[in-house]
């Protein structure tokens, strides 16, 4: 049974197909495809259907060499019971999951996408969408080294 990662943002077309396209790159890379799949999502309905943002993908391609895939969709009650672990880009995006599950009962699975960085500081990654190339860039940075992180978690649980 495959694990399965779910990334999160606010409209689902910057920084979480982001970071599902480059958790997939670095999956690939270690040919592990078979043990770990991704999906992303967005807790807003703005974007429902829309591909990653273009500047967004410019930023990935010129990066690291990689074409943003996927569709946005929003998040929905059902993906609790679907992924194994829910990142969060932002504490607003991670309170927005946690007010789905009342209960609590998920809680466990939710996480902040930063708390997987070794390399940066930042607490959240922030939302490029209103800025230049230069917030695009370091987003893709930021989740190089939380993805990175995040695969050397999975990797290593028993």
Do not use: W
Request: glycine content about 6%.
């Amino acid at each position: 049974m495959p694990y399965k990662l779910l990334f999160v943002c606010l409209g689902n077309i910057c920084r979480s197909p982001s970071a599902e396209n480059i958790m997939n790159y670095l999956i690939d890379k270690d040919n592990l495809s078979d043990r770990i799949l991704c999906d992303s999502a967005g807790t807003s309905s703005y974007h429902i259907g829309s591909p990653p943002d273009r500047r967004m993908s410019a930023a990935a391609a010129t990066k690291l060499g990689i074409k943003l895939q996927g569709r946005a969709r929003q998040f929905q009650k059902s993906d609790f019971q679907e992924f194994d672990l829910i990142l969060a880009m932002d504490q607003d995006n991670y309170q927005d999951i946690l007010s789905l599950d009342p209960t609590g009962q998920y809680h466990h699975k939710v996480h902040l996408m930063c708390e997987f960085c070794s390399q940066h500081t930042l607490k959240e990654v922030p939302d490029p969408y209103y800025g230049g190339t230069e917030g695009f860039n370091q987003v893709i940075d930021l989740l190089l080294d939380a993805c990175d992180g995040l695969l050397q978690h999975i990797v290593s649980k028993p």
